[in-house]
């Protein structure tokens, strides 16, 4: 990933092509992962999570992987539409802590 | 789920003048957050809210600037205090429920 400073990194995708965000955690402690996409405006809204007994979970054209050895977790979004363009965020947890967040990648997606 | 309000959405502010967010949950929530989130940026916890205590801060971020209350269950305060232009942020407030946190549309703050 980029230096963030002032700016996300931005993956810009073709409408119905496959996206693929990633991002590194920094606990390996670390027991419970969730990607949230934020638009505009508004709040992160959750849209899947994954526990760090599994290393892939799938759901309606999102699939979540997670590899614990090198700390990376990945998003995978089937056939992105207009309403995907957002910035999706990683984030990860241990216990009863709150949510520590990752850096941010927006998504743009061309139509 | 919980379904997570904030007053105000947005406000201009003076410098030197203080602004208190209000965050309402329309259901119990075993914890509670305040974030930050400046332009461009990613979510920094600032403090985690405890019912009838003082909250539980972060490294950077202090009582007397940022003042927190938890009166219940599905309520809480956040104080900007003494506001400057460095304080121009997004203010979130999160809820956590059967193991997922639940996040407010936020604050947009701007401080003159």
């Known amino acids: 990933g980029e230096s963030v400073g002032l700016h996300l990194p931005t993956l810009s995708v073709q409408e119905g092509d496959n996206s693929i965000i990633n991002c590194a955690y920094s606990?390996?402690?670390?027991?419970?992962f969730i990607w949230y996409k934020q638009e505009s405006g508004k709040g992160p809204q959750f849209i899947i999570d994954?526990?760090?007994?599994?290393d892939k979970r799938q759901g309606q054209r999102v699939t979540v992987l997670l590899n614990k050895t090198v700390k990376h977790l990945s998003l995978q979004i089937a056939a992105t539409q207009p309403g995907d363009s957002a910035v999706y965020f990683c984030?990860?947890?241990?216990?009863?802590?709150?949510?520590?967040f990752g850096k941010g990648t927006r998504l743009s997606v061309i139509a | 789920s919980a379904v997570i309000s904030q007053k105000p959405s947005r406000d201009i502010c003076q410098r030197g003048t203080s602004l208190t967010i209000q965050c309402q949950v329309d259901?119990?929530?075993?914890?509670m957050f305040w974030y930050r989130q400046q332009p461009g940026q990613s979510l920094t916890l600032i403090a985690t809210?405890?019912?009838?205590?003082?909250?539980?801060?972060e490294s950077g971020f202090v009582i007397d600037k940022f003042p927190i209350s938890r009166p219940n269950l599905t309520f809480s305060t956040l104080t900007v205090s003494n506001m400057s232009p460095e304080d121009s942020s997004i203010y979130l407030c999160s809820g956590k429920a059967g193991g997922l946190q639940y996040f407010g549309p936020g604050t947009r703050l701007t401080v003159l």
């Open positions: 994954i526990r760090s007994n599994m």
């Open positions: 984030a990860e947890n241990l216990g009863n802590t709150p949510l520590v």
């Open positions: 606990n390996s402690a670390s027991d419970y």
């Open positions: 259901s119990q929530v075993t914890m």
């Open positions: 809210a405890n019912q009838g205590s003082e909250a539980t801060y």
